[in-house]
């Protein structure tokens, strides 16, 4: 089964797919006292002797295979974005103790977070042209050039805002 695309080729693997009742925790029952059914997923790669991973799923009965497997196989994007959050937006460099102060922290980091992913994902602004001095490299050409700004625009943070609402605490921007 295919379950994306790659950078290369198309992701597959073989998969099984099992409905069982989980053992060895304290699932809550359902109201006639079973224990709900839940998804076990095991990719089986073509060649190996044995499932070589395995996932769990409470996801309903009738969602499609395809779908299931795709939703186990995301767990990388989830990870890759916890770690850019840790690591570039500062999610773990909060020292303080209140919910109110924690919860401010996420939110900023949240809003950073969504910024730059809507930043990778828009179409990318064509490069200013330089006037014919800087392109022949003389000197006044050469000073006169401004360094590109790295703080977005007001139309990016507009579209932003547009996209996600406005927060109550920015009347302007």
């Avoid at 695309?5 to 060895?24: I, N, T």
């Avoid at 699932?27 to 839940?38: E, H, Q, S």
């Avoid at 409470?58 to 916890?82: F, M, Q, T, Y």
Wanted: hydrophobic fraction near 40%; include cysteine.
């Amino acid at each position: 089964m295919v379950w994306r695309k790659g950078s290369k080729a198309a992701l597959s693997s073989h998969f099984v797919l099992l409905r069982v009742r989980l053992a060895g925790r304290r699932p809550k029952p359902a109201d006639d006292g079973t224990i709900p059914l839940a998804w076990l997923i095991a990719q089986w790669p073509e060649g190996e002797d044995e499932p070589v991973k395995y996932w769990v799923s409470n996801l309903p009965a009738n969602i499609p295979a395809k779908g299931l497997v795709r939703l186990a196989k995301s767990r990388w994007r989830i990870e890759h974005d916890h770690r850019e959050l840790k690591t570039a937006l500062g999610l773990d460099h909060l020292e303080g103790r209140s919910f109110t102060g924690w919860h401010r922290h996420v939110t900023l980091v949240t809003a950073a977070h969504l910024f730059l992913t809507e930043q990778r994902s828009s179409p990318k602004v064509p490069a200013r042209t330089a006037g014919p001095a800087a392109e022949a490299g003389t000197a006044e050409g050469a000073g006169s050039q401004k360094p590109p700004s790295s703080l977005p625009t007001a139309s990016a943070r507009q579209s932003v805002l547009r996209r996600v609402g406005q927060p109550q605490c920015c009347n302007r921007l």
